[in-house]
C-alpha cells in the first residue's frame, strides 16, 4: 500500500481576517492591537498539546491502544 505524501500539516489563521469577518465595525488600529495581544499570547506549547490530545484520541478510537498501566488495572 503507498503512503500518501500529500495531506494538510500547516494551520494558518488570519487574525485580522478573522477580525474583519466577525467585527466588521472593528477599525484597523483596533484590529492591530487585537493581533498583537492574541500573538502574545499563542504559545507553541499550547498547539503541541492540542495535537498530543488528537494522538491519543486516535490511539484509543482507532487503534485500540491504551497506555499499560490502565490495560493492567483492568485485568485486576
Excluded at 50 to 76: M, P, R
Aim: proline share 3%.
Amino acid at each position: 500500500m503507498p503512503v500518501k505524501t500529500d495531506y494538510e500539516r500547516e494551520y494558518i489563521f488570519d487574525i485580522d481576517a478573522y477580525l474583519i469577518e466577525n467585527y466588521p465595525t472593528m477599525t484597523m488600529a483596533i484590529r492591530c492591537s487585537v493581533c498583537a495581544m492574541a500573538l502574545d499570547q499563542l504559545e507553541s506549547e499550547t498547539l503541541e498539546w492540542i495535537v498530543d490530545g488528537c494522538v491519543s484520541e486516535y490511539a484509543q478510537t482507532q487503534l485500540q491502544l491504551q497506555k499499560k498501566e490502565e490495560e493492567e488495572e483492568e485485568n485486576e
